[in-house]
């Protein structure tokens, strides 16, 4: 598996949630650091739904059961539906992000009502917020391609 499956499978694990869970991960060498309930999980590129479900009960953190498969289509909601977004276009775009440069290093990371999206690349540090208004976040790649 790689980046895009990863964030994927995170996403619907998230979405899968009645809370934020993990609210920042960060890309290291072959692995994934999330932040959740003020703890650091390192995950594997490789993690499956399951899997991160496994790795983040195994620290302590208490979730609801993995759903298995995609869920429905997301009609409405809050904050923490636009996080599930966010997290969502993220997997779908690291080869896009990854046309903008090398050495890429992708993180994200939210407060509840917005998130922070960084990137680093050998053109230095981006930085892109966005707001939980209801308007979900998409084309994060593009946004990146089109900051000067």
């Known amino acids: 598996m790689d980046l895009g499956t990863l964030l994927f499978e995170l996403s619907e694990l998230e979405r ?10 960060s890309v290291r060498e072959g692995a994934v650091v999330l932040s959740a309930a003020g703890r650091e999980v390192t995950v594997p590129l490789g993690a499956t739904r399951g899997e991160l479900h496994r ?3 195994e620290a302590g953190i208490a979730l609801d059961p993995p759903h298995e498969g995609e869920l429905p289509p997301i009609e409405a909601g809050g904050p923490h539906l636009d996080w ?5 276009d993220l997997a779908s ?3 896009d992000l990854a046309s903008t440069g090398t050495g890429l290093l992708l993180s994200a990371s939210t407060d509840g009502s917005s998130a922070l999206v960084t990137l680093r690349n050998a053109r ?8 939980f208004d209801g308007s979900y976040p998409a084309a994060v790649a593009l946004d990146f391609a089109t900051d000067p």
């Open 84 to 88: 599930v977004e966010l997290l969502r």
């Open 16 to 25: 899968g949630q009645e809370r934020f869970v993990c609210t920042a991960f």
């Open 124 to 131: 230095g540090v981006r930085h892109h917020p966005y707001a």
């Open 93 to 95: 775009g690291p080869d």
């Open 55 to 57: 790795l983040l009960t």
